[in-house]
């Protein structure tokens, strides 16, 4: 019962605190800033308030303290909250300095593998490893010495997936809510907290009301950046990097893509899609935003029913 009172409370919350936010925003004109290398069918939402993530991620880590403050679930807030003030110093720029880029590249990922080291730090004081495990099997891989350099660029890819793939409106947010499901059935079956996933499941249902097709406002770099984050340091926790890749795929697709048209052009001088993230490349192909979401969502839906099925069956 304290599960659902948690996952209710957080989505109260959310969509309670969101509204004023919101309203603030429109007020003082604080708004996203088109960056002029995307589609240009986006150009209408230039203005369109953002930074939700600022609101809904610290009330997803209040939350789930409140039911959960053990030493992983400290952990994952501590981490969290971390991704979230890279994100938060991003969006600042941004509306300070009235530009679509705010932290370079650079910047951005030096601080993302900074957070990630640190986590990693305390990830060893409570559960020292070096494995990996690997998916449906009992077996694991021992990195070694490789696994901490493995592990922290991990964390910080996944934070980095979950920024590319919030691009369209309620695309990051719905992909997050369906693979958690994923997640949360996992954790109850292997034994892990589900506290936070809870909270934070409840807090982007929250945002997506406002989110969803015509988005009202964004989750901005703030909440994207803390929601990737925060998968990447429970693969850390347990050494479950790759069971996230598997629970978490469309956000690794985005990812690829990128790497994939970025990695195309500067050896063979070719794209191989319209745009990246993939999810442009549908767009440009004639798919309207709406579509392009809705066929996201249904893939990673089905992704994630392959996955819980593949558990239960393995493990019942």
């Known amino acids: 019962m304290s599960h659902v009172i948690e996952f209710v409370l957080s989505f109260i919350l959310s969509l309670l605190t969101l509204y004023p936010f919101l309203l603030f925003m429109r007020r003082r004109k604080i708004g996203q800033h088109i960056r002029p290398e995307g589609p240009n069918m986006h150009n209408y939402k230039e203005g369109t308030p953002t930074m939700a993530g600022a ?4 009330v997803a880590v209040f939350v789930a303290l409140i039911f959960d403050s053990s030493l992983p679930s400290l952990i994952l807030a501590m981490s969290t909250m971390g991704f979230w003030l890279i994100g938060l110093a ?55 010495w490789f696994y901490p350099i493995f592990t922290v660029i991990f964390a910080a890819g996944m ?7 919030d691009g369209l409106d309620g695309l990051a947010g719905g992909i997050f809510l369906i693979s958690s499901l994923g997640l949360l059935v996992f954790s109850m079956l292997k034994g892990l907290p589900i506290s936070m996933t809870l909270s934070m499941m409840g807090a982007v249902l929250g945002f997506l009301f406002y989110n969803v097709k015509p988005a009202k406002i964004f989750m901005g ?9 925060y998968i990447g340091i429970i693969g850390m926790l347990y050494g479950i990097e790759l069971w996230m890749i598997l629970i978490f795929p469309v956000f690794v697709i985005e990812a690829l893509s990128v790497l994939m048209q970025v990695t195309s ?33 249904i893939s990673q839906a089905i992704f994630t029913a392959a996955i819980v099925g593949g558990i239960l069956w393995i493990l019942l």
């Open 55 to 58: 609101v809904f991620i610290p």
């Open 90 to 144: 991003d969006g600042l720029i941004q509306t300070f300095f009235k530009r679509a880029k705010g932290l370079s590249g650079i910047q951005k990922l030096s601080l993302q593998i900074f957070v990630s080291l640190i986590a990693y730090v305390f990830v060893e004081m409570i559960n020292p490893h070096t494995y990996v495990l690997i998916p449906f099997t009992s077996f694991a891989v021992n990195f070694g």
């Open 159 to 165: 934070s980095n997936a979950s920024n590319l793939t």
């Open 221 to 229: 770099d703030v909440g994207s950046l803390a929601l990737g984050g």
């Open 265 to 297: 052009y500067k050896i063979r001088k070719k794209r191989i899609f319209k745009m990246s993230p993939i999810h442009h490349h549908f767009e440009l192909s004639g798919y309207s935003e709406l579509e392009v979401t809705t066929g996201f969502w």
